[in-house]
């Protein structure tokens, strides 16, 4: 009999696009992956690594069995069973949360991991150990757009659809280079702009791929985000362009933000932002004359210590102009991860449930109580990713339980980071690949890929879809779900027995009113965009239509604060990071596909012709840059893309991770790092 | 049905250090019925794989005439090629080939032969230069034209010496970068064109053959001065290299407008190549 | 000669014929899209009756094009060369596959229902890697191959395809290279056996196969031939495209006007190769070893090291596809890649094999994220030529 060749549909592993794929398997590995034509946002198309999303999970580096680390912390990793595994794993943490309460653990869900897996690790942290230290790497993406845009509007998420982007007339697009980390949505601005006449403006310090097509690029100093959005309302104002009406109706706050942005002339802003006055000006004029304008934003605004103000200063750009509550009309964060959206949705945070319900409220623990068959859930918001680590330095976090992340790449100021690990009592990592966090790890529990198991991710369009199975496990590994249900029963929890995860969807459903109306079999053919609260509802394709989550949308002005590094004589580059397109994250499953690990094979920072020529230095040499943190080697790349005095470094790369530079300091409220500016200097190596 | 695939294991008899970054290897295949069957001409490459790490085209660098053993060089420039020059005597590679064509040797008996060649750009043409000067009073004068970088960067030196003492041959050397200790010439391989008696004006060199190998910049350069001293571009060979992955014409990565690189070279006449609008 | 096919008789068809072949068809699936399936992945789930209603056959009532090309049956989009595993010495036992890993086992294939551009380019793919150097894996998997062809009545792509003007369809005709087409006709098949192979194909199976009238269906054929070629709306001067490419690009006005339009292919590309995967006659592709001991993390020091060696497809727009080890690149420039593409395609490949290596699918443009495509490339090349 011969073996059967299958082709199964999924959603796609890498950004928040979602776009849906076929995989297909020949009986032993993956063979190759092709777009699905009628998904609304793949239609028919792929970017690069789409197309060669098949290659990783063949690999021969998967860890194919649990590991152990014995012999103490300086001790070699062994082969383990699962039962031992598990066992220790649950044992450890019991003994943990018994001598030194249930705050000395911390759990890490995934933005890559599925919806069901990330309601799982959040119920093992709230249900079975009692602790509300769960978070994951949103908190190093979107923490800011999700505090900002619940505050202002009530609801954190893109508030568009990805088809949208066919029918806007005017992007503003800013910290977003969207044809490289989004590329089917940066296409659709590409198409948008040239097939049919739509304007884009284009906010971005670096150039980037999209600046070609943009009728106005402003290239502000990194940092600068409050004052020119402040600028351009100022502008608005001014110039009597704000939707009065709309105003009227349907927001709160408007005098206070009259207020605030008095001061921010247009000539005020262009010292502070190096932004031509005639350029805020005009632009202002087309975004507030434009109908179908969109807002479409990423890290390039998110991760900076005003994080949330520039959140917030964006959603009141939009709510002045009545650009929110409408098709093509919105306010649009472009979620990272594949699943980074459903991560946060199904209660990955260590302040909510699932659903944004709040921990502090006592009717959600109530609900949450019942529903987990428990007496007890904490009561007071948890810790963040990035105080987790801080934690752990001190000693007060014990026990730390790392699912699909690799934080000793990704966060900030690695050195400092890396040193918390080490420190980390029990460190468990659950992973496909011997990350770099792996390497401090007492036991690694290895995983299944996307492509070994069922489950949904939700996209940066809040569009809950499939993922589907198309082969066994590699090896011994297991699906995160399955790991996690194991842990919870070593720890003596019952109410964690699923026969799959459709199971664990429906009870995702019962306890959480967005995803109310959510089940495996509504999510045929393409998915359902949430709110979607009951069996009948037909998804959300786009929010705050009639009303705003919240009620009346809310101005919460900011005043321009400067980064919390500047260039000095010292340090005299601004630093900012960031990914490239044929490259994910920290490179796991991209620098272990040939095609991709072949075009961008090393690091490199990109420097500009001018900064080159002063310091004598050519395309390809090798620099050392160092900032007050640490020091790494890359190569130079000398291109107009960055302006003088900027620098840009892709984190993907362990050999010389960008982020031994990078700050730690914090956005206040998210708790977001200031990944994209650092001071630091740059010396021939 | 034969598998072209299939590589087959080497071992290494010898490591020479060439330069700072170049090593010359002398291999041997292990099976007994592979080193029966192997034969190949002046000019061919092979496939060299470390098996984990990959494979690359390496140009065979010792004379066909040699049945024992081959030789090949290899400089490290990345992970593959960086991992080949760390192993030692005795240690295997794995071996497939050989491809592509080959230089013409009878053809240009009775002529005067120029070799021009810019840094490992030697290697291709070693066997030939070997081969000819084995039979050297079938050829007229020969020529050799050599630059490279540095004084770091020159290999076979050794051998340059032996070959100079050859009669009627001529070594020129020449680089870029002069360092401590060096007192030959400084500058570019053409400009070496006039001590071997290639000038413009000279009238046509139609009894001289040329033969070059080296950077593509060079490549283009030197052919098209040699053009410019008299030599016809039927009368210039030169042997190109392009990033390929199969050697059999089928990857497709060494196609320049209609030929493969592999199966239609990496010999070619510069009158095939010179109106290639595309880079080498 | 011409025979008669009964819609109805399809899938008792080509159960039968699953005895001896391993036969692959198009089937729609739930998501609307028609792939080319192995019966044995489709039959198990409900024998006939499922076969008959997701069985994407006829070109006029049920006119679909393929997903993926059919070249991934023989070609696919990965694939192992050989095995590898240490055997202490520092040498390695090699395995190769010997078409191990093909579902097919020991079957030959049968491909029914290829669109007759689809077919030329199985004809092409072939050609490139069955003729001089034989590619061992592309033969074994398509030793002993047969295809029908269902031809096309109506384009299946209406704003992408254009067979009719790359002269591969939208039906075959008598003198072409094929065995077996089949031209929907009623509640059925006209089934043109072209070939003696063909013949042989069919004798033994007259519970399927009804003897039609040969001056009859040959007339009918030649009619539905003519609305075919009407139904085909989008046309485009692609021998006149041939023409342009032909002349050296240096020179003339051309000379100036394609290094332009190839430049502002670079720019709006974003390099997600969709033209080169979804082409049928693409064939490039890459080639690496999947191991378990090069990483620089390596996890356990003891164990057998082991791989295997990959060849994935590749293209011609990545810039790492032609950068050499000494990171010299010829075509470092997107708009040389550009360049390279369509030149391959509609330059060169017409002088080595007889004809352009574009079939007219239109795969590229309904692939492609910014919509560039073969059919807007002649189009622009074209411009102001004749009607």
């Known amino acids: 009999m011969s073996k059967i060749m299958e082709r199964k549909i999924t959603t796609c592993i890498y950004c928040g696009c979602g776009c849906g794929l076929y995989l297909q398997t020949d009986g032993n590995r993956i063979i190759s992956s092709v777009p699905s034509r009628n998904h609304p946002v793949s239609d028919g198309s792929l970017c690069v690594k789409g197309w060669n999303s098949f290659e990783f999970e063949n690999s021969r580096e998967r860890i194919t069995q649990p590991l152990i680390r014995r012999g103490g912390k300086e001790g070699k990793l062994e082969p383990a069973t699962w039962e031992e595994a598990i066992e220790l794993v649950a044992n450890r943490f019991s003994s943990f949360k018994e001598r030194y309460g249930s705050d000395s653990l911390a759990f890490l869900s995934s933005a890559k991991a599925t919806n069901e897996e990330n309601f799982l690790m959040m119920k093992l942290a709230r249900a079975v150990f009692g602790t509300n230290n769960v978070d994951h790497c949103a908190r190093l993406c979107h923490a800011s757009t999700v505090t900002g845009l619940a505050l202002t509007m009530g609801s954190g998420a893109m508030t568009n659809s990805v088809e949208d982007f066919d029918k806007a007339d005017c992007f503003l697009v800013t910290g977003s280079d969207t044809t490289g980390q989004h590329p089917l949505i940066g296409s659709r601005i590409i198409r948008s702009v040239l097939d049919r ?489 | 049905m034969r598998n072209d695939y299939i590589p087959y294991p080497a071992r290494i008899v010898s490591a020479r250090d060439e330069t700072y970054d170049t090593k010359t290897f002398r291999l041997k295949f292990t099976e007994p019925s592979v080193a029966e069957d192997f034969n190949f001409k002046q000019g061919q490459f092979l496939e060299v794989s470390l098996l984990g790490r990959g494979e690359a085209p390496i140009s065979i660098c010792s004379s066909p005439l040699e049945r024992e053993y081959f030789e090949l060089n290899i400089r490290s420039v990345g992970s593959l090629t960086g991992a080949i020059c760390r192993l030692k005597e005795g240690d295997i590679l794995y071996v497939r080939g050989p491809y592509g064509n080959s230089f013409p040797f009878k053809e240009v008996k009775g002529r005067d032969l120029v070799f021009i060649a810019g840094g490992i750009g030697l290697a291709p043409l070693r066997g030939l230069i070997q081969m000819v000067l084995k039979n050297k009073k079938d050829f007229g004068n020969v020529s050799i034209l050599y630059g490279a970088k540095s004084p770091e960067d020159l290999c076979f030196r050794d051998e340059l010496e032996q070959w100079s003492e050859v009669e009627g041959t001529s070594v020129y050397q020449t680089v870029d970068r002069a360092s401590d200790g060096w007192n030959g010439r400084v500058g570019l391989v053409t400009e070496l064109y006039e001590a071997a008696g290639i000038e413009e004006g000279a009238g046509e060199m139609s009894n001289t053959t040329a033969f070059l190998c080296g950077p593509p910049v060079m490549i283009r350069f030197a052919a098209r001065k040699l053009k410019a001293c008299g030599f016809k571009p039927g009368n210039i060979y030169v042997t190109l290299e392009r990033y390929m992955k199969c050697g059999i014409g089928k990857c497709g990565h060494c196609n320049i407008g209609g030929v493969f690189v592999c199966v239609d070279g990496p010999v070619f006449s510069w009158e095939h190549v010179e109106g290639f609008t595309e880079d080498f | 000669m011409y025979y008669y096919l009964r819609r109805e008789k399809l899938a008792g068809l080509l159960l039968h014929l699953s005895k001896e072949w391993s036969v692959l068809a198009p089937f729609r699936n739930s998501y609307g899209d028609v792939t080319l399936e192995n019966l044995d992945s489709v039959a198990e789930n409900g024998r006939a009756e499922e076969i008959a209603s997701r069985l994407a056959l006829g070109g006029r009532t049920d006119s679909a094009q393929l997903l993926s090309p059919p070249k991934e049956v023989f070609f696919p989009q990965s694939e192992i060369l050989f095995q590898f595993s240490e055997k202490g010495n520092g040498e390695f036992a090699i395995e190769q596959p010997e078409g191990k890993d093909d579902p097919s086992g020991n079957k030959p294939k049968l491909l029914f229902g290829i669109k007759p551009c689809d077919y030329h380019a199985l004809l092409m793919t072939g050609r490139f890697f069955l003729e001089d150097n034989t590619d061992f894996y592309y033969s074994t998997r398509a030793n002993g191959s047969m295809v029908i062809i269902d031809s096309c009545i109506v384009p299946p792509e209406p704003e992408a395809c254009f067979c009719s003007s790359a002269g591969t369809g939208p039906l075959m005709k008598r003198g072409d290279e094929y065995d077996i087409q089949l031209v929907e006709e009623g509640n059925g098949f006209i089934v043109d056996v072209a070939s003696s192979r063909g013949e042989d194909f069919v004798s033994g199976l007259e519970n399927f196969f009804k003897i039609a009238d040969e001056k009859e269906t040959a007339r009918r054929l030649e009619e539905i031939r003519k609305e075919a070629v009407g139904n085909v709306e989008l046309k485009v001067d692609f021998k006149g495209a041939l023409e342009i490419m032909k002349e050296s690009p240096e020179e003339g006005e051309t000379g100036e006007r394609l290094p332009a339009i190839y430049r502002e292919i670079a720019d709006r590309c974003i390099y997600c190769g969709a033209c080169l995967y979804l082409c049928p006659t693409c064939t490039c592709f890459n080639v690496y070893d999947n191991s378990n001991f090069c990483s620089v993390l390596t996890l356990l020091e003891e164990g057998e090291r082991a791989g295997e060696r990959v060849r994935v497809w590749d293209g011609c727009v990545f810039s790492g596809y032609s950068r050499e080890a000494s990171g010299h690149n010829p075509r470092d420039d997107a708009y040389k890649r550009a360049e390279r593409r369509y030149e391959h395609k509609l330059r060169y490949d017409p002088v080595v094999y007889g004809r352009s290596t574009c079939v007219g699918c239109g795969r590229c443009l309904t692939g492609c994220p910014v919509d560039i495509g073969m059919l807007k490339f002649i189009e622009e090349v074209t411009v102001g030529n004749e009607e």
């Open chain 1, 197 to 685: 006449g739509a304007k884009l403006l284009l906010f971005d310090p670096r150039r980037i791929r999209l600046s070609k097509y943009a009728h106005i690029h402003a290239q502000q100093r990194p940092g600068t985000d409050v004052a020119w959005i402040n600028g351009l309302m100022h502008v608005i104002i001014r110039d009597g362009l704000e939707a009065r009406e709309y105003i009227e109706e349907r927001t709160t706050g408007y005098q206070e933000l009259k207020r605030v942005v008095e001061r921010y002339e247009p000539s005020y802003v262009e010292g502070i932002t190096g932004i031509p006055a005639k350029v805020l000006e005009e632009a202002a004029h087309i975004y507030a004359g434009t109908r179908k304008a969109m807002i479409v934003f990423a890290m390039g605004i998110t991760q900076h210590t005003t994080g949330v103000n520039n959140v917030k200063s964006l959603a009141n750009l939009a709510m002045l102009t009545g650009h929110v509550g409408f098709p093509a009309m919105g306010v649009n964060p472009l979620r990272g991860q594949n699943n980074v959206q459903g991560a946060c949705d199904v209660g990955g945070l260590p302040d909510v449930y699932s659903g944004y319900q709040k921990v502090e409220n006592p009717e959600a623990r109530k609900k949450f109580m019942k529903a987990w068959e428990v007496d007890y859930l904490p009561d007071k918001t948890g810790l963040t990713l990035t105080e987790i680590f801080q934690n752990a330095c001190r000693g007060k976090i014990r026990g730390i339980y790392v699912m699909g992340e690799n934080p000793a790449l990704s966060d900030p100021n690695l050195n400092h980071l890396c040193g918390c690990l080490k420190r980390t009592e029990f460190l468990v990592v659950q992973d496909l690949f011997y990350t770099e966090t792996a390497e401090y790890a007492d036991v690694i529990l290895p995983a299944a890929s996307f492509a070994e198991k069922d489950g949904t991710f939700t996209n940066t369009e809040r569009r809950v879809q499939r993922v589907r199975k198309v082969m066994e496990p590699v090896g011994n590994s297991l699906p995160d779900w399955k790991i996690i249900s194991m842990v919870a029963k070593a720890a003596g929890y019952h109410q964690m027995d699923y026969k799959d995860p459709s199971q664990i969807m429906d009870e995702i459903a019962s306890v959480t009113p967005i995803y109310g109306g959510i089940s495996y079999d509504r999510l045929e053919p393409f998915g359902l965009q949430w709110p979607c609260p009951d069996k009948n509802h037909p998804g959300t394709p786009y929010l705050h239509k009639d009303r705003f989550t919240r009620g009346k949308g809310r101005f919460l002005p900011a005043e321009y604060q400067p980064p919390a590094e500047e260039p000095d004589a010292e340090y005299p580059f601004v630093l900012t990071t960031g990914r490239t397109y044929w490259h994910y994250h920290t490179g796991t499953m991209t620098r272990r596909t040939s095609v991709l690990a072949r075009e961008i094979p090393e690091n490199y920072v990109e420097i500009n012709p001018a900064d080159a020529e002063a310091m004598n230095l050519k395309n390809g040499e090798m620099v050392s840059v160092s900032s007050r943190r640490g020091s790494i080697k890359v190569k130079a790349k000398v291109t107009e893309y960055v302006g003088e005095g900027l620098v840009f470094i892709p984190f993907h790369f362990a050999e010389s991770p960008a982020n031994i530079l990078t700050l730690q300091d914090t956005d206040p409220e998210a708790k977001i790092p200031a990944l994209k500016v650092c001071a630091v200097k740059i010396e021939k190596a």
